[in-house]
């Protein structure tokens, strides 16, 4: 020990020093580092303001230390994204970026900084590290960022959606799944649940609005984020679209990408991604603190406002970059900040009804059983977002009940049951274009009624707003009373502005109609005629929400709604041959003449498929080709009619469904409804109306066939149509031919002049043409995703669409069924035309 002596200072142990001294050297260290964090901070925040972004605006809903989180993850983000974007030339690699420095400077955050070459890092090292340590950020999130980014800095084609969905975890899930750390203080959730495949789809949903904003500006960087099997499906070729894009000429852009390919049938399919993904964005709100709700709120809110853009018109991103004005950016600020406001945005409720935690790499397998029209919906919907999909059909052709049989006599292919659309059946006519049918429909907006006497009248819309439109058909409709008219015209003014309850929905109709004081006269000729043929069903077995749906989007909702749509060619061509080409270019393994004998789950949660050679007449005399062996599926969709499920699942597969056996029995309680086509050959032609629809008679439509114009043709062929035909003679087909002819001769002058004979006839009845509309038939409907949750859905008119048993409801079931399974693998899109 040194001498206290001699003018030497004396070392000091700082542990002897004065307590008063300790801690003000602490305090000092403390401050220091604080001044420091805050520097940090302070860096971050200006990034982040600099940005711009949509995203900085909501950071001011959080408390303070979760803004300041915010600001150090964005600028992480900003930095990283600057990082690959700073290259002159986007045909070369950035040959500054190296994305093995970034993650080995995330791995040392928490450490002192080290001499590298990521100096702008270093501002926000400190505030970057005090934000994951005090909420948990996991670090791997940090390195997926990275990695995203890097992917950016290498303009590669993207092959499959799966690797675009790669891709968008990266850049976006992972910055969601970072910031659900900061606004809840559950934290980040768990890998497989449903919060984080809600936070996965959310980040999904921003990025493909990004991708779609900005396909200019990253073409000029030669980029393209549309995965390269979509763009060939639509007959684009990557390159040369990256090309057309880049041209400065704003209208030739679009003029030169439009000759490519389908642009809108692209976009349409990646809006229907980017929808979905919004769709289950919506249930983060629930598992975030109240704070981190209102940011997640103006976020959601910003974005899907500009994705709306680009959804109403696919080329707004050629002529420049979609984005919110000043005052749309002020009115979601101020409604976000203001409490009340808030709280009375109530966004809608996701459209999937089951949670699911299951994930499944690459492309799902999904089988599609039921070759009708909702299972030809589903496979095409399944097979266009990526899933190999398998649809199989017992029969030898597809098309279900929509079919046709030729008769041997005149070769003729014959629709067993004349169908027609409506133009408020829109799922109807997206599958007609879909399909390339759109020749082959005749819209005819003009109604062809013959009156119970036979006085001929048409009805068309009247030049008025809807639903005024058609009050023409109410003053023009014979064989009714001043008292008949002012009667149903109040009721259909009260039935407009009801709005349906539970209740009002299951009430009778002829219950109601006698509460609304209609005259029997006014029943049998105006009302029952119109829901008689447009429901399948008795007056007295229907139900007043089937009523609703039929008279006011039927009729009144649009002055367009009711305009017919009439097949101009034979079901058979119309909806199976058209339906086997479209399903071929899109690569879904159609197998027919086979049927499903049953259904068996794995204990890992997939399904296989037992298959029996189907022994109709029709599969005897095709050659079927051999079916392979088919593989597992991750998803299953029954398309088939309801009475044919407790044939397909077997009694162990029901009792392994939550509440299979009693849900089974319940859908089994579902009546059916017969409809009956009267298909009639006469020697002379004598009927020169379009379609005819017959007041209160026992023929209600009658129908020329497809192509009946030769007045010179030895035969002429008429099909009647009789819905609800549980009253006439069963079994005895010549009976009913007696009626009809009678009836047709009561009704239409022009048959007896014309000298015509009914040369021959066929009566074909469906006894379970349609189900019925009765007391409790809601009740039994089942909605698509009943056994969702073990990959189990179903599809069929029968089932809960909120829609009669129509066309529109089995496609409109399809599309519904498509939306719960591409949720359930992982591959989340709205393809339904409307919820």
Same mark, same amino acid.
């Given at each position: 020990?040194?001498?206290?002596?001699?003018?030497?200072?004396?070392?000091?142990?700082?542990?002897?020093?004065?307590?008063?001294?300790?801690?003000?050297?602490?305090?000092? $260290?403390?401050?220091?580092?604080?001044?420091?964090?805050?520097?940090?901070?302070?860096?971050?925040?200006?990034?982040?303001?600099?940005?711009?972004?949509?995203?900085?605006?909501?950071?001011?809903? @959080?408390?303070?230390?979760? #803004?300041?989180?915010?600001?150090?993850? !964005?600028?992480?983000?900003?930095?990283?994204?600057?990082?690959?974007?700073?290259?002159?030339?986007?045909?070369?690699?950035?040959?500054?970026?190296?994305?093995?420095?970034?993650?080995?400077?995330? *791995?040392?955050?928490?450490?002192?900084?080290?001499?590298?070459?990521?100096?702008?890092?270093?501002?926000?090292?400190?505030?970057?590290?005090?934000?994951?340590?005090?909420?948990?950020?996991?670090?791997?999130?940090?390195?997926?960022?990275?990695?995203?980014?890097?992917?950016?800095? &290498?303009?590669?084609?993207?092959?499959?959606?799966?690797?675009?969905?790669?891709?968008?975890?990266? $850049?976006?899930?992972?910055?969601?799944?970072?910031?659900?750390?900061? %606004?809840?203080?559950?934290?980040?959730?768990?890998?497989?649940?449903?919060?984080?495949?809600?936070?996965?789809?959310?980040?999904?949903?921003?990025?493909?609005?990004?991708?779609?904003? *900005?396909?200019?500006?990253?073409?000029?960087?030669?980029?393209?984020? @549309?995965?390269?099997?979509?763009?060939?499906?639509?007959?684009?070729?990557?390159?040369?679209?990256?090309?057309?894009?880049?041209?400065?000429?704003?209208?030739?852009?679009?003029?030169? $990408?439009?000759?490519?390919?389908?642009?809108?049938?692209?976009?349409?399919?990646?809006?229907?991604?980017?929808?979905?993904?919004?769709?289950?964005?919506?249930?983060?709100?629930?598992?975030?603190?109240?704070?981190?709700? &209102?940011?997640?709120?103006?976020?959601?809110?910003?974005?899907?406002?500009?994705?709306?853009?680009?959804?109403?018109?696919?080329?707004?991103?050629?002529?420049?970059?979609?984005?919110?004005?000043?005052?749309?950016?002020?009115?979601? !600020?101020?409604?976000?900040?203001?409490?009340?406001?808030?709280?009375?945005?109530?966004?809608?409720?996701?459209?999937?009804?089951?949670?699911?935690?299951?994930?499944?790499?690459?492309?799902?397998?999904?089988?599609?059983?039921?070759?009708?029209?909702?299972?030809?919906?589903?496979?095409?919907?399944?097979?266009?977002?990526?899933?190999?999909?398998? =649809?199989?059909?017992?029969?030898?052709?597809?098309?279900?009940?929509?079919?046709?049989?030729?008769?041997?006599?005149?070769?003729?292919?014959?629709?067993?049951?004349?169908?027609?659309?409506?133009?408020?059946?829109?799922?109807?006519?997206?599958?007609?274009?879909?399909?390339?049918? &759109? /020749?082959?429909?005749?819209?005819?907006?003009?109604?062809?009624?013959?009156?119970?006497?036979?006085?001929?009248?048409?009805?068309?819309?009247?030049?008025?707003?809807?639903?005024?439109?058609?009050?023409?058909? @109410?003053?023009?409709?014979?064989?009714?009373?001043?008292? /008949?008219?002012?009667?149903?015209?109040?009721?259909?003014?009260?039935?407009?502005?009801?709005?349906?309850?539970?209740?009002?929905?299951?009430?009778?109709?002829?219950?109601? @109609?006698?509460?609304?004081?209609?005259?029997?006269?006014?029943?049998?000729?105006?009302?029952?005629?119109?829901?008689?043929?447009?429901?399948?069903?008795?007056?007295? &077995?229907?139900?007043?929400?089937? $009523?609703?749906?039929?008279?006011?989007?039927?009729?009144?909702?649009?002055?367009?709604?009711?305009?017919?749509?009439?097949?101009? #060619?034979?079901?058979?061509? =119309?909806?199976?041959?058209?339906?086997?080409e479209s399903l071929a270019k899109i690569g879904v393994g159609l197998v027919v003449g086979q049927a499903v004998e049953g259904l068996r789950r794995s204990g890992s949660g997939t399904w296989s498929l037992g298959l029996k050679t189907k022994s109709d007449s029709a599969s005897k005399l095709l050659a079927l080709p051999e079916i392979p062996a088919l593989p597992e599926f991750q998803a299953v969709v029954l398309a088939v009619p309801w009475h044919r499920l407790g044939v397909i699942l077997s009694d162990a597969t029901i009792g392994s469904l939550p509440d299979g056996a009693k849900t089974l029995r319940d859908v089994q309680s579902l009546e059916s409804a017969p409809i009956t086509g009267v298909h009639t050959w006469w020697s002379k032609k004598w009927f020169n109306d379009p379609h005819a629809i017959l007041v209160d008679r026992l023929c209600q439509w009658v129908f020329p066939g497809p192509g009946e114009s030769d007045p010179n043709a030895s035969e002429h062929y008429y099909q009647i149509v009789i819905s609800g035909s549980r009253d006439l003679p069963k079994g005895d087909p010549e009976a009913v031919l007696r009626s009809v002819e009678a009836d047709l001769r009561e009704v239409f002058p022009e048959l007896g002049n014309s000298g015509a004979k009914l040369l021959r006839g066929k009566v074909v009845t469906d006894p379970q043409s349609v189900f019925s509309v009765s007391r409790g038939h809601d009740e039994s409907r089942l909605?698509?995703?009943?056994?969702?949750?073990?990959?189990?859905?179903?599809?069929?008119? %029968?089932?809960?669409?909120?829609?009669?048993?129509?066309?529109?409801?089995?496609?409109?079931?399809?599309?519904?069924?498509?939306?719960?399974?591409?949720?359930?693998?992982?591959?989340?899109?709205?393809?339904?035309?409307?919820?």
């Amino acid at each position: 020990m040194e001498p206290a002596c001699g003018g030497h200072q004396v070392s000091e142990n700082p542990a002897r020093r004065p307590c008063c001294f300790r801690n003000a050297e602490v305090q000092w $260290v403390e401050n220091q580092s604080m001044i420091q964090l805050d520097a940090s901070y302070a860096a971050c925040q200006q990034i982040a303001q600099a940005s711009g972004s949509n995203f900085y605006r909501a950071f001011d809903f @959080l408390r303070l230390d979760r #803004r300041r989180a915010m600001t150090a993850l !964005y600028a992480f983000s900003r930095l990283a994204d600057d990082a690959t974007d700073g290259d002159s030339d986007p045909r070369a690699p950035d040959q500054r970026w190296q994305a093995e420095d970034w993650l080995e400077w995330i *791995d040392g955050l928490d450490q002192n900084p080290s001499p590298n070459r990521l100096e702008p890092l270093e501002a926000i090292r400190l505030a970057l590290a005090d934000s994951v340590e005090r909420f948990a950020i996991p670090k791997e999130l940090l390195k997926q960022i990275v990695l995203g980014v890097d992917q950016d800095s &290498r303009p590669e084609s993207i092959e499959h959606y799966g690797q675009l969905q790669s891709y968008m975890y990266r $850049v976006a899930s992972a910055v969601g799944l970072s910031c659900m750390a900061i %606004w809840s203080t559950k934290g980040v959730p768990l890998a497989g649940t449903s919060e984080h495949r809600m936070a996965v789809d959310c980040g999904h949903a921003f990025q493909l609005t990004n991708i779609l904003r *900005d396909l200019v500006e990253d073409a000029q960087r030669g980029r393209m984020y @549309l995965a390269q099997e979509d763009l060939v499906r639509f007959g684009f070729h990557r390159d040369s679209l990256i090309e057309a894009l880049r041209g400065s000429d704003v209208a030739r852009r679009g003029q030169g $990408v439009e000759k490519l390919g389908d642009w809108k049938g692209l976009m349409r399919l990646y809006c229907q991604r980017a929808e979905g993904c919004y769709d289950q964005a919506r249930g983060l709100v629930s598992h975030l603190d109240a704070d981190g709700q &209102r940011m997640f709120a103006m976020i959601w809110q910003t974005y899907h406002q500009i994705f709306k853009q680009i959804q109403d018109d696919p080329s707004s991103p050629l002529v420049g970059r979609p984005s919110l004005g000043l005052p749309q950016k002020i009115k979601l !600020y101020v409604s976000h900040a203001f409490t009340p406001w808030f709280r009375s945005l109530r966004a809608p409720e996701p459209r999937t009804t089951f949670r699911s935690d299951a994930m499944w790499e690459g492309a799902p397998r999904v089988a599609v059983v039921g070759g009708g029209l909702a299972g030809i919906q589903t496979a095409m919907h399944l097979a266009k977002h990526g899933c190999e999909t398998w =649809l199989i059909e017992s029969r030898s052709r597809l098309g279900g009940r929509v079919g046709s049989f030729t008769d041997p006599q005149s070769g003729q292919a014959i629709d067993y049951c004349q169908h027609v659309g409506m133009r408020c059946c829109g799922e109807l006519i997206r599958f007609i274009e879909d399909t390339g049918q &759109r /020749d082959q429909w005749h819209e005819q907006s003009t109604l062809w009624f013959r009156s119970r006497a036979g006085r001929p009248f048409q009805a068309a819309a009247w030049p008025l707003p809807a639903p005024f439109h058609l009050s023409g058909l @109410l003053l023009k409709w014979p064989d009714l009373s001043p008292v /008949d008219r002012i009667a149903i015209a109040s009721a259909l003014g009260k039935l407009i502005r009801t709005r349906p309850t539970r209740d009002f929905e299951r009430q009778m109709a002829l219950e109601w @109609l006698k509460a609304q004081r209609q005259p029997r006269n006014a029943i049998d000729s105006f009302w029952s005629t119109i829901l008689v043929s447009a429901l399948g069903e008795q007056l007295p &077995r229907i139900t007043m929400g089937s $009523v609703h749906k039929v008279m006011i989007d039927g009729f009144a909702a649009t002055k367009d709604a009711y305009h017919l749509l009439v097949p101009q #060619r034979s079901l058979s061509e =119309l909806i199976d041959q058209a339906a086997r080409e479209s399903l071929a270019k899109i690569g879904v393994g159609l197998v027919v003449g086979q049927a499903v004998e049953g259904l068996r789950r794995s204990g890992s949660g997939t399904w296989s498929l037992g298959l029996k050679t189907k022994s109709d007449s029709a599969s005897k005399l095709l050659a079927l080709p051999e079916i392979p062996a088919l593989p597992e599926f991750q998803a299953v969709v029954l398309a088939v009619p309801w009475h044919r499920l407790g044939v397909i699942l077997s009694d162990a597969t029901i009792g392994s469904l939550p509440d299979g056996a009693k849900t089974l029995r319940d859908v089994q309680s579902l009546e059916s409804a017969p409809i009956t086509g009267v298909h009639t050959w006469w020697s002379k032609k004598w009927f020169n109306d379009p379609h005819a629809i017959l007041v209160d008679r026992l023929c209600q439509w009658v129908f020329p066939g497809p192509g009946e114009s030769d007045p010179n043709a030895s035969e002429h062929y008429y099909q009647i149509v009789i819905s609800g035909s549980r009253d006439l003679p069963k079994g005895d087909p010549e009976a009913v031919l007696r009626s009809v002819e009678a009836d047709l001769r009561e009704v239409f002058p022009e048959l007896g002049n014309s000298g015509a004979k009914l040369l021959r006839g066929k009566v074909v009845t469906d006894p379970q043409s349609v189900f019925s509309v009765s007391r409790g038939h809601d009740e039994s409907r089942l909605e698509t995703a009943t056994f969702g949750a073990q990959g189990l859905f179903l599809a069929g008119d %029968w089932t809960a669409t909120g829609w009669p048993a129509t066309m529109e409801g089995a496609l409109r079931s399809g599309s519904l069924a498509a939306n719960q399974v591409l949720h359930y693998v992982g591959r989340a899109a709205e393809v339904s035309v409307d919820r």
